[in-house]
Structures are given as C-alpha cells and as structure tokens.
C-alpha cells in the first residue's frame, strides 16, 4: 500500500482531518468521565456575566484530546519535516504554558491560575527559542502580499516570540463561550491550509487540516450547552499552533486576517484597559474581551457564537483571497 505521506495533498489533508476529527469523536466522550473523575473542573471568573455561573463544574482541560489528535494526525498523514517539527512545537509548547494554567486552577479550586506576568514570561521564552530556530532554518523576513519581504535580521526572532505569545493569547481570551473558539480555529486553520497549499507548503497544508478536523470534531462536546471545556492547554495550543504554521509558511499577515475575530477580541481588551486607564474609569464597552460586551447587550449566548461564526466565515474567504 503506498503510504500517505506520498499521497497527493488534498488527500492527505482529507485523510489528517479525518484522523484527527475521528480521533476526537472517540475520545471526547471518555474525557469528559476521566477528567470528571480527576476533579478537572471549570472554574469561574467572579466578574463573569451571571449566567456563567452555570458552568462551574463543568470537566475542563479537553484541549488535551485535541492536541493528541493533532499530532498523531499530523504525523500519520503528512510524516515528519521541519516545517511540521516547527507547528507541532508551537502547538506543543504553548499548551504545556496552559497545561500549568488551569492545572494551578484546579489545585487552587479558583479561577486564578498562572499570573499575567509569569505566563507572557514563559511564552515570550518559548517564543524567542522558536523564533531563533526560524531564523537559523527558515527566514528571517515578513512577507508581504505580493511575495516581497521585509528583512528584519536578528529582530527577527523577537517579531515571533511576539506574534507566537500575541496569537496565542487572542484565542485564549476568546475562548469564554461554548463552541467559540474551537470553531473559530477550525475556520482559520482551514483557511491556512488553503493559503499553505498555494505556496507549495504540503506539510504545512496537512498539519493545518489536522487542526481544523480536530477543533470541529471538538464541537460534539463542547457546543452549547458545554460538556467539556478545552481550558487553557486547548486554547493556547491552538494559538500557537495556528501562528507556527503561519511563521513556517510566511504566512503572518494573511493569518491575521484568517484569526480576524481573535484579532478583534484581543483588540477589545487592549482597547478596553488604555480607555479605562486614560480616562480614570470610564469604559469603551460593557464588558471585555468583545464577546462579553454583545452578552451584556442582551443577546444570548448562542446568539453570539452564532454571530462571530458569521464574521469568521468572512475572515476565512477575505484571508484566502487576500493570500492569493
């Protein structure tokens, strides 16, 4: 039988999708009983909106499974190469950071895990390690629509330690409703093996498919309402994930636009702190990150993940076009 690795790329992006969703399909179900049984439980913010008090209790660290999923999916369909050594570290790397995160969490039995300081330390270090193997093996410039470069030399390693940790956040901060992040980083990892296929980047293509197969399959336990939630290890291992792939393939700014709803989230906070800070209390939304505010503004929370699905369609097709 030939083997999948030398399959042609669509195929072998079906094939890690399919792995990857299968894999999650099976497996969700008996995480929610295991980390049930280990006291792996969802802790809530005190200043959340009320109606999320609900969720306490709820298994959390099921982004464990999509991560597993991840790799070996990855690793069956596409093999290994550098560029797939490079995305699957960055998938690693940040969701062991939010492996410690809600571990502390669930020890604490609050929702106070790592502080601010120490985790943006951690991915900054991660991030500058990574982005000093990018530099050695790959690039050290930012592409630009239409195929130029920017040469950035040895600041190089530092744009990716920022853009690893910055990416890696803004799906962490979106990941306070059933379902929202991980369809969101379904839509965008399809978009980038997309983008990956066209700049003759397979592997990439393949790990991408992977991903997208596994945040989709992830929504069987995790719509709403939530049976398990992925935690921070999931969201912080799709963040990073999803940027790596994007360093691997000089893929930043098309990623952006492909992650415009985890952009804009990200945004809402940064925006949110400068307002209050600048003004001495006053607000520029009800509540942050962005999906907050629109639940204070009365709709309901399938009303807003329903919604920012719509916008993350839109941002998958304008990232393709725009990567073309």
């Not at 999923?69 to 069956?76: D, F, K, Q």
């Not at 719509?223 to 792939?245: E, K």
Request: charged fraction near 10%; proline fraction near 4%.
């Amino acid at each position: 039988m030939t083997p999948v690795a030398t399959w042609p790329v669509w195929a072998q992006a079906v094939v890690a999708a399919a792995l990857a969703g299968v894999a999650v399909l099976a497996a969700g179900p008996r995480a929610v009983a295991l980390l049930s049984a280990l006291g792996s439980r969802q802790q809530i913010r005190e200043d959340a909106p009320a109606r999320h008090q609900a969720k306490a209790g709820v298994p959390t660290m099921g982004g464990l499974v999509i991560v597993g999923a991840v790799v070996v999916a990855t690793l069956i369909a596409g093999g290994w190469t550098g560029r797939t050594a490079f995305g699957l570290a960055g998938l690693l790397g940040f969701g062991a950071i939010g492996f410690l995160d809600d571990l502390r969490k669930v020890r604490r039995g609050r929702n106070l895990g790592l502080r601010a300081r120490e985790r943006l330390a951690l991915q900054l270090a991660l991030g500058l390690l990574l982005g000093g193997i990018a530099a050695a093996t790959m690039s050290t410039s930012v592409r630009l629509p239409g195929g130029a470069g920017v040469p950035l030399g040895a600041a190089y390693a530092l744009f990716v330690a920022l853009w690893l940790a910055g990416f890696a956040n803004a799906v962490n901060l979106t990941d306070g409703l059933d379902g929202l992040a991980a369809g969101l980083a379904a839509a965008a990892a399809a978009g980038l093996a997309v983008v990956a296929a066209r700049r003759a980047a397979p592997d990439v293509t393949v790990a991408a498919a992977a991903i997208a197969g596994a945040a989709l399959a992830f929504l069987s336990v995790n719509a709403h309402p939530a049976r398990l939630i992925m935690g921070d290890v999931g969201s912080n291992a799709l963040g990073g994930g999803l940027a790596a792939l994007a360093v691997a393939t000089g893929a930043e700014l098309p990623m952006l636009i492909l992650g415009g709803v985890f952009v804009a989230e990200a945004v809402s906070v940064l925006a949110q702190v400068a307002y209050f800070k600048a003004t001495g209390g006053r607000r520029i939304f009800r509540m942050s990150p962005l999906h907050h505010h629109f639940e204070l503004a009365g709709w309901s929370e399938p009303q807003v993940v329903r919604r920012f699905y719509a916008a993350g369609s839109v941002c998958l097709v304008l990232g393709v076009v725009a990567a073309r």
